[in-house]
């Protein structure tokens, strides 16, 4: 089971921004996937979530509009695509496998698998 974050990098305020998690087949088939971010000096928290089966899509409340999530089944890739950022978007940002039944959950905890985490940098 492997999950493989990638695409940040340093950019602008104001710029868009999308990240890809690649996941293995066997992941992919069971599991949901969500991403989560860490700022500096700060606790992780949950950004969003989308279920393979059906493609729902779980964004938290305080970025919606600016982040969205899709999933290609083709590619087993997950994306984060993330519009208008801001400086307080800056974060380690990774992505985490969840078993399927548990839904779209925004608890950390519940995810079983993490991937490395990718840099985004977004300066002022």
């Known amino acids: 089971v492997q999950l493989q974050a990638s695409g940040g990098g340093l950019v602008q305020a104001g710029d868009s921004l999308r990240l890809s998690c690649k996941v293995s087949?066997?992941?992919?088939?069971?599991?949901?996937i969500g991403w989560f971010r860490q700022a500096p000096g700060k606790e992780r928290v949950f950004v969003a979530a989308?279920?393979?089966?059906?493609?729902?899509?779980y964004v938290t409340n305080s970025l919606k509009g600016r982040f969205t999530i899709s999933g290609d089944n083709a590619e087993n890739t997950v994306y984060l695509h993330m519009n208008n950022l801001v400086p307080e978007d800056t974060a380690v940002y990774s992505c985490?496998?969840?078993?399927?039944?548990?839904?779209?959950?925004?608890?950390?905890?519940?995810?079983?698998?993490w991937g490395q985490g990718t840099l985004v940098t977004v300066s002022s």
């Open positions: 087949r066997r992941t992919s088939a069971t599991y949901n």
């Open positions: 989308i279920t393979w089966f059906d493609g729902r899509t």
């Open positions: 985490a496998a969840v078993p399927g039944f548990r839904g779209l959950t925004s608890e950390a905890t519940q995810y079983i698998y």
